[in-house]
């Protein structure tokens, strides 16, 4: 029904029926369809719409093996894959509030992108009216939002036209993630409806969107981009707290603690090695703050803080006002590491 049998096979995984010895049957490679088929289930009215579903189901797709690398691009992955059914007079407001909520998640992470406009690909489903109808309607959502945009023709799903947001790593790499796909052929193939204004039944548009793309590409260009050396709010370790002997394990031991019920992830490295090397290996595994406890910083409940790529440079806090400076920088989602003057 939704066309991916006809049109997209080959990048499905097929599975044999033992019975009749066909490939009847394939692995999800999307979710599209079940979405559909929910929507469909029951009666909707114009007051529901814009209704909103969102899966992270596990998908499968048939690459090529020449063609897999790493986590950018697998056989198995998650999607941040969301449909939004609505009305025709809905087209822009939605495409409108997408493309905002996009800069703005990119923008925290400092992510710079490209919009780029998507037509009509030679295999496609649907008439060119419907074709023409979804081009025009997304194209002029899109210049609605005043976001620059560059052309792709024939590089539209076989569904619709689409809008793709190309990000820019650190290196100067270009990565295709967030999509924002105009639909008119799923209503028409699922037949689904909603009761309208006028008590008579109308088809919904639909709009496929992600912002992620894929959590693994995601994630994979996400360390790409900051070398592992990721802000404070989205490091695994946010601080490794070091006792520079014995005589200050318990109160590292307690300071770790204090972090953690803070919500702040901390590790304790009490381990019997010298304190550069425990220094060091912090260093190595980019946690942002080192807290050195000496016998000064134990008996006046303070830390030496070390900042990560900052030398042997370090500032002696109170506990509660480095936690406090933690917090402030994990609420405003701030990218560099280290505290400013007056911070």
């Known amino acids: 029904m939704s066309g991916h049998w006809g049109k997209y096979r080959e990048n499905m995984f097929l599975v044999l029926d033992a019975e009749s010895g066909e490939h009847d049957f394939s692995l999800k490679p999307m979710n599209c369809p079940s979405h559909h088929i929910y929507y469909g289930s029951k009666r909707h009215s114009y007051r529901e719409l814009p209704l909103r579903y969102s899966t992270q189901d596990v998908l499968h797709r048939n690459e090529v093996s020449g063609a897999l690398s790493g986590l950018t691009r697998v056989r198995q992955f998650q999607q941040d894959d969301a449909h939004v059914y609505l009305a025709q007079g809905q087209i822009a407001g939605e495409v409108k509030r997408m493309v905002a909520l996009i800069d703005h998640f990119y923008g925290v992470l400092g992510l710079k992108y490209t919009a780029k406009f998507a037509t009509r690909p030679e295999v496609r489903i649907g008439s060119d009216e419907l074709w023409d109808r979804a081009e025009e309607a997304l194209r002029a959502a899109l210049e609605s939002t005043g976001l620059a945009y560059e052309l792709k023709p024939g590089d539209g799903a076989f569904y619709g036209p689409k809008i793709d947001f190309d990000v ?6 270009s990565w295709q993630l967030g999509t924002i796909q105009l639909d008119y052929n ?14 008579e039944s109308h088809r919904p548009v639909v709009i496929h969107r992600a912002i992620f793309g894929s959590f693994e590409r995601f994630i994979a260009i996400l360390i790409e981009h900051f070398g592992g050396a990721f802000p404070v709010w989205l490091a695994p370790v946010q601080v490794a707290v070091i006792p520079i002997s014995d005589a200050q394990r318990e109160s590292a031991a307690a300071f770790a603690a204090d972090l953690v019920a803070a919500g702040i992830r901390a590790e304790l490295d009490d381990r019997n090695e010298t304190l550069n090397y425990r220094i060091r290996e912090a260093e190595t595994q980019k946690v942002p703050y080192m807290a050195v406890i000496g016998g000064r910083e134990a008996e006046s409940a303070s830390a030496a803080i070390r900042v990560r790529g900052a030398g042997k440079k370090q500032e002696v806090l109170s506990r509660e006002e480095f936690i406090r400076r933690v917090h402030a920088q994990v609420e405003d989602r701030v990218l560099e590491v280290g505290f400013g003057e007056g911070e």
């Open 168 to 173: 820019t790593d650190s290196i100067g790499r």
């Open 186 to 199: 799923a209503p028409e193939r699922f037949d689904l409806s909603f009761v309208g204004e006028d008590n």
